[in-house]
Every structure is written in C-alpha cells, then in structure tokens.
C-alpha cells in the first residue's frame, strides 16, 4: 500500500511564506514525476508545480518567482516553497506523485489527503 502524507498549510498574511511537504510512503519500487495542485471552492483543481525524478520543475506562469519546487529522492519526499503569498492562493493543495509499487506492472498516480492554505488580507 502507498500514501502522500501532506504537512505545511496553514493560515498566513499577505507577503508571508509557506513551505509545503510531501511525504510518500509504502511498497514503492520508484517515483517519477511529482507535483502540487490545488484547488480553491467552486473551482477546478489546477496544477501548481511538478517535478521530474531528475530535478526539472515545471511552474504555471503565474507562480513562477513566488513558489519554488523540490524534492528529496532518498527520502521520497517533495516541497513546495511559497513566497509572497496573496489571498487568491488560498485553497487545498494536493500532493501528487507517479509512483511504481512493489511487484506493481506500471507507473500509478497517488494523491494525497489536501492541506489547506489560506491567506488573509
């Protein structure tokens, strides 16, 4: 069995920071790309940023500048480094990650539970 174990949110002002991690966890052979997605009420979820195994990281537009991602391989974990937040951040963000179980045939997209961020004005 494999499960993201989300940490990080919280409620901060505008122009504060936040750093986000994802653990992943299990009967895991492998991780390729892993990433961060949120979503705000009433909207679609959106992706943030990912990552592949080997380190290149892909940004909306928007987030390019404030948000920085990375990743631990040996401790299958990926972050999410938030800076000068707006109020308009403000959702769930989910970790995502392409992962090949133990004994497993091909790669699965696991999520994890949300964590919540929200930001005041």
């Known amino acids: 069995q494999v499960r993201l174990a989300e940490s990080g949110g919280g409620l901060v002002q505008a122009g504060g920071s936040l750093r986000l991690s994802c653990a992943a966890s299990?009967?895991?052979?492998?991780?390729?790309?892993m990433g961060w997605y949120r979503q705000a009420p009433g909207k679609e979820r959106e992706l943030v940023a990912r990552?592949?195994?080997?380190?290149?990281?892909t940004y909306v537009d928007s987030e390019k500048g404030r948000f920085t991602i990375s990743r631990d391989n040996a401790k299958n974990t990926v972050y999410l480094q938030m800076n000068s937040l707006k109020p308009e951040d403000t959702a769930t963000y989910y970790c995502?990650?392409?992962?090949?179980?133990?004994?497993?045939?091909?790669?699965?997209?696991?999520w994890g539970q949300g964590t919540q961020v929200t930001v005041s004005s």
């Open positions: 995502n990650a392409q992962i090949f179980p133990l004994q497993g045939t091909y790669f699965v997209p696991y």
């Open positions: 299990g009967r895991i052979e492998s991780i390729s790309d």
């Open positions: 990552i592949t195994s080997g380190g290149t990281a």
